[in-house]
């Protein structure tokens, strides 16, 4: 969508509805191509777990001066949280795209010129303030009231790396539970969300309207890069999920 952006049509229709005393609900799948993703449990759940709601909107396609590497198409991603748990809960997000028919891994980058790019294009009025993967940790999720519209913070993932030639893609985002498990090898499985789309079209002439969404969502089990002996151990009146969080924070400071 381009003239008007997606978000901003969202607000509009979400300040209309309060408005007239109705709230804002989320649908599966908007006409304006948001997915809403629901929580849902997996059998390596643990007692006290929590989950963040999710919203997105399917990757688009932006071309960028970038200093220091030139002209690149990036992909981005738009995306929405909101806190149902009942208590602030900081998100330390961690977007991963894997070609998967090209057997290549990106993580999103902190770009401020890609970014400012895509605010200019998105949200011009600079109302949303979209937040990157680093600046949405800066403060926790707010806990949003039952039956209340959700407080929603807005942030947009971002790769500059992303081969031309792939079709079919995975995004892996983790940090939006502290659900974790350990195997026998010691190896950590986090909570992780996996968002499936595939992009119509070839290399020469890459447009967003080719990228699709390919239902459905799932919540994996997924092995990290950390294995047991480099979490903190947690004492029983500590977040099951601090060292992992704590392991995380390091790793995307690291990408300031």
């Keep these: 969508m381009r003239g008007r952006s997606f978000w901003t049509f969202l607000g509009f229709f979400a300040a209309s509805a309060l408005l007239c005393g109705t709230p804002l609900r989320a649908h599966a799948q908007s006409s304006h191509?948001?997915?809403q993703v629901k929580r849902l449990?997996?059998?390596?759940?643990?007692?006290?777990?929590?989950?963040?709601?999710?919203s997105f909107v399917t990757p688009r396609l932006i071309?960028?001066?970038i200093p220091a590497r030139?002209?690149?198409?990036?992909?981005?991603?738009?995306?929405?949280?909101s806190n149902h748990t009942g208590e602030a809960r900081t998100f330390i997000p961690?977007?991963?795209?894997?070609?998967?028919?090209?057997?290549?891994?990106?993580?999103?980058?902190?770009?401020?010129?890609?970014?400012?790019?895509?605010?200019?294009?998105?949200?011009?009025?600079g109302r949303l303030d979209l937040k990157n993967s680093v600046t949405i940790a800066s403060q926790p999720i707010p806990p949003?009231?039952?039956?209340?519209?959700?407080v929603w913070v807005s942030g947009v993932a971002i790769w500059d790396d992303v081969s031309p030639e792939a079709t079919r893609y995975s995004v892996f985002v983790s940090?939006?539970?502290?659900?974790?498990?350990?195997?026998?090898?010691?190896?950590?499985?986090?909570?992780?969300?996996?968002?499936?789309?595939?992009?119509?079209?070839?290399?020469?002439?890459?447009?967003?309207?080719?990228?699709?969404?390919?239902?459905?969502?799932?919540?994996?089990?997924?092995?990290?890069?950390?294995?047991?002996?480099?979490?903190?151990?947690?004492?029983?009146?500590t977040d099951p999920g601090a060292g992992l969080s704590l392991n995380s924070k390091t790793k995307t400071d690291a990408r300031k």
Aim: glycine content about 4%; aromatic content about 10%; some cysteine.
């Design 33 to 35: 191509n948001e997915v």
């Design 41 to 54: 449990p997996n059998i390596q759940d643990k007692e006290g777990i929590w989950v963040l709601d999710f």
């Design 63 to 65: 071309t960028v001066d």
């Design 70 to 81: 030139g002209r690149r198409i990036c992909w981005y991603m738009l995306y929405r949280v």
């Design 94 to 125: 961690d977007f991963e795209l894997v070609t998967t028919d090209k057997a290549h891994v990106s993580h999103d980058q902190v770009l401020p010129k890609v970014q400012e790019a895509i605010r200019i294009l998105e949200d011009p009025s």
């Design 144 to 150: 949003s009231l039952p039956n209340a519209a959700p």
């Design 175 to 237: 940090g939006l539970s502290n659900g974790w498990s350990i195997d026998d090898r010691g190896v950590i499985r986090r909570k992780t969300l996996q968002l499936n789309f595939r992009r119509l079209g070839d290399k020469y002439y890459q447009d967003s309207r080719d990228i699709r969404f390919v239902p459905p969502f799932e919540w994996v089990y997924r092995a990290s890069t950390l294995k047991a002996s480099d979490t903190p151990a947690a004492s029983p009146k």
